[in-house]
């Protein structure tokens, strides 16, 4: 995979000469973050100058990263999109979907708690319980960029409000929106707060 306009910094892996004591030594290659794990902190990086911009007037929201960005930097569209899926999956990324286009948003699932951490602190008790019960328990099981409300239901614990309760709580927080319905039945995209400025603050970053 090339990344345009970058070098790959990664070491190169020596021969194993004939006679060599060194040959096999782990070097810890599989530490090294993928072309696309650097990629996405590159972007990251600049967009949370701005992210911090918007957190200081007041607007909470985290760094995003729109995966067509991706492919500006990376010239596998494919692999791209197989290695977003993979961090995805364990839970080291999450995706979103934005209202007013088809495009996807990604942010690092750490400042996403970060920031429901943030709105657990500010929140009266019943709703940092929601908070809470949201990044401890629906973040690590609910890993697609939407989730069924069966689903949510299913999650809930003793002494958690019910799921429509919870659901309009996290609505009204911007920690989900709701979906047009599907064949899986009543469903919310995950969400981030304060969306539009987010967006804003990607725009800025990359300008």
């Known amino acids: 995979m090339r990344r345009r306009g970058y070098v790959n910094f990664r070491p190169m892996q020596p021969s194993a000469a004939e006679g060599d004591d060194d040959a096999g030594m782990d070097l810890g290659m599989d530490k090294l973050p993928?072309?696309?794990?650097?990629?996405?902190?590159?972007?990251?990086?600049?967009?949370?100058?701005?992210?911090?911009?918007?957190?200081a007037r007041g607007l909470a929201t985290c760094p995003l990263v729109l995966q067509?960005?991706?492919?500006?930097?990376?010239?596998?569209?494919?692999?791209?999109?197989?290695?977003?899926?993979?961090?995805?999956?364990?839970?080291?990324?999450?995706?979103?979907?934005?209202?007013?286009?088809?495009?996807?948003?990604l942010a690092s699932t750490a400042d996403?708690?970060?920031?429901?951490s943030e709105a657990v602190a500010a929140s009266p008790p019943p709703l940092a319980v929601m908070f809470s019960w949201f990044s401890r328990t629906v973040l690590p099981a609910c890993r697609a960029p939407s989730v069924s409300l069966e689903e949510l239901a299913s999650l809930i614990e003793t002494g958690t409000s019910s799921v429509g309760d919870a659901v309009t709580a996290l609505v009204r927080a911007g920690f989900l929106r709701p979906?047009?319905?599907?064949?899986?039945?009543?469903?919310?995209?995950?969400?981030?707060?304060?969306?539009?400025?987010a967006q804003r603050s990607i725009r800025h970053s990359i300008k």
């Open 68 to 105: 067509h960005h991706l492919y500006t930097i990376i010239d596998a569209r494919c692999e791209v999109d197989r290695e977003v899926q993979r961090l995805r999956k364990q839970n080291s990324l999450r995706e979103f979907r934005l209202a007013s286009s088809i495009d996807v948003a």
């Open 179 to 197: 979906r047009n319905a599907s064949s899986a039945g009543p469903e919310v995209w995950h969400a981030l707060p304060q969306m539009c400025h």
């Open 34 to 55: 993928s072309d696309v794990e650097a990629a996405i902190d590159h972007l990251r990086a600049r967009c949370k100058v701005a992210a911090v911009a918007e957190g």
């Open 112 to 116: 996403y708690v970060e920031l429901l």
